[in-house]
């Protein structure tokens, strides 16, 4: 057989990598603990599951369902935006359910990706930003996330020539893996770069929900200007604990909603029906569960982070997101500091490295481990820290 050069291309997924080597362990009978993966450890709101049981006996639901998704759950959509975030949208053109905002990710550098094209990707980044521009033919110029920066790109820093070529800026504010938030000032700004350089706007902002200490994140389209150049992808994922049931959507500018609908339509048949009345339980019903969550997730940030300052890792506790983005000593690498936690202390978090050469420095906790095998993490990564303060200075 002989099968595509991308094939080849394709980085092994970040999580497999971990799955093995947590396997390995499991396999010699020793309890992991993983930080690793963010999926929401808090079951689905019962209110939505009883829509999904009530819609899979209607036997419309049996069949299959429109691309561009039920009128119905694109109105939910559209008037939890206008609520949320004070957005107005038409249910119509502007809005298009996804099977998972992930697949949106992948699929729309279909829309603006030809070969030798290219995307600007934050780094480090959510992994199928660039993927889906790789499987395109396009390249990724990457935009290192600094610290020093808020973790926000330095748009100006793009060389012109770069700027000029660009199709698409992927942006993720509250940001996976670093926890940071952006600004107003900063969407205007990434608006005014758009127009002027003539490049489409992906933000992806799932965590818009997840969020502590009475901070509400804004929408990349509230900003003005945006709906003229960008869109936004979202997700019932992180807000309502449905990662499982695959639902999210793109919203925004109705010229790239329909190019993406074109491209999806030939390529999948939409989300189950069964599912998109999960949607329209969850945006339209009782929102009393995202505070709760969020207070749950607020908790186990605060006990995360003051065991990390124990243990001497450098950690701002984030604003919103399900993550803790921690900067390691110098002189280890994050795939080597994470081997050692998982060797030593039968813990798994992620190495920044697997989300690009910016990520190298830290590593990524996620807070999505019920309370009770959260604090066996923090037992074990308490334990860990007193052992290497006193072998290796750090
Ligand atoms: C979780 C996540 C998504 C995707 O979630 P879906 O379950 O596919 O909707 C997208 N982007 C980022 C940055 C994420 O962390």
Same mark, same amino acid.
């Given at each position: ?192 770069? !758009?127009?002027? &350089?003539?490049? %489409?706007?992906?933000? @992806? $902002?799932?965590? +818009? ?110 604003? !919103?997101?399900? &993550?803790?983005? %921690?900067?390691?000593? @110098? $002189?280890?690498? +994050? ?60």
């Amino acid at each position: 057989m002989k099968f595509a050069n991308r094939i080849d291309k394709l980085p092994p997924y970040l999580f497999v990598e971990i799955s093995k080597k947590i396997a390995a362990k499991r396999a010699k009978g020793i309890d992991v603990i993983s930080f690793g993966i963010g999926d929401p450890d808090i079951p689905t709101p019962s209110h939505i599951i009883d829509s999904l049981i009530a819609a899979s006996k209607v036997p419309a639901n049996h069949r299959y369902p429109e691309s561009e998704g039920l009128p119905e759950f694109r109105k939910s959509v559209r008037d939890w935006y206008q609520k949320r975030f004070g957005v107005t949208l038409d249910a119509d053109k502007e809005i298009l359910p996804l099977i998972g905002s992930k697949e949106g990710i992948g699929h729309i550098a279909l829309c603006f990706i030809d070969p030798g094209d290219i995307a600007l990707v934050p780094d480090p980044g959510y992994p199928v930003y660039s993927v889906g521009t790789m499987l395109a033919g396009g390249q990724s110029y990457y935009l290192p996330l600094h610290e020093e920066n808020g973790f926000l790109p330095d748009l100006d820093a793009i060389p012109e020539d770069i700027a000029r070529k660009a199709k698409v800026l992927w942006l993720n504010y509250p940001n996976n893996p670093t926890g940071a938030i952006a600004d107003a000032a900063f969407f205007e700004k990434a608006v005014r770069f !758009a127009k002027k &350089y003539d490049i %489409a706007i992906c933000h @992806d $902002g799932p965590y +818009s929900d997840v969020a502590f200490d009475g901070y509400k994140p804004i929408s990349f389209l509230q900003t003005p200007g945006a709906m003229d150049v960008g869109i936004e992808f979202h997700s019932l994922s992180k807000t309502f604990n449905m990662t499982g049931w695959r639902i999210g959507m793109a919203v925004g500018n109705a010229q790239i909603i329909n190019s993406l609908m074109r491209v999806k339509s030939n390529l999948d048949s939409g989300i189950p029906q069964a599912i998109q009345q999960m949607g329209i339980a969850a945006l339209k019903g009782p929102q009393d569960a995202i505070a709760e969550h969020n207070r749950i997730y607020q908790h186990r940030r605060d006990k995360l982070c003051a065991v990390l300052n124990q243990m001497g890792l450098k950690v701002k506790p984030p604003k !919103a997101s399900l &993550y803790i983005w %921690a900067r390691i000593p @110098d $002189g280890i690498t +994050s795939a080597d500091y994470a081997t050692r936690l998982l060797e030593e202390a039968d813990t798994v978090v992620t190495p920044g490295r697997g989300y690009g050469q910016a990520g190298e420095g830290y590593i990524r906790f996620s807070l999505t481990l019920d309370d009770k095998k959260f604090n066996e993490g923090l037992a074990r990564l308490s334990k860990f820290g007193d052992k290497t303060s006193k072998t290796v200075k750090v």
